[in-house]
């Protein structure tokens, strides 16, 4: 059974960080693509971040440029996104998604559940 499974969310302040990871279960993620979005109440979801497994090619949203990091552990068969700088407007659930293909924020094959970032003093 193909499960992904979102964890490190939490509370931070105002130019902190956090670590998000995304396991993954009943598959290997060495040829997928992995991608995180994020979601507020309201609002779209919206593309953080993906890699692709296959080609190593990695991309960003501008809004997390030069202050998020994502990073593939195939050994622990996890996506990690590394989120440093943290702004009250990152505030949001954050979701990570697994698919083939080239790294894209386009539409999914499987997604997690989620976890919620909250960035407030």
């Known amino acids: 059974q193909v499960q992904l499974v979102e964890s490190g969310g939490g509370l931070v302040q105002p130019g902190g960080s956090l670590r998000l990871s995304c396991a993954a279960s009943?598959?290997?993620?060495?040829?997928?693509?992995i991608a995180w979005f994020r979601q507020t109440p309201g609002k779209e979801r919206e593309g953080v971040s993906c890699i692709s497994n296959s080609d190593g090619n990695i991309q960003y949203a501008d809004f997390v440029k030069g202050r998020f990091t994502i990073s593939s552990d195939s050994a622990r068969n996890t996506v990690y996104l590394q989120m440093n700088s943290l702004k009250p407007e990152d505030t949001a659930a954050y979701y990570c998604?697994?698919?083939?293909?080239?790294?894209?924020?386009?539409?999914?094959?499987?997604w997690g559940q989620g976890t919620q970032v909250t960035v407030s003093s």
């Open positions: 998604a697994v698919g083939l293909g080239l790294c894209h924020f386009g539409p999914y094959d499987y």
């Open positions: 009943g598959f290997s993620l060495a040829v997928y693509t």
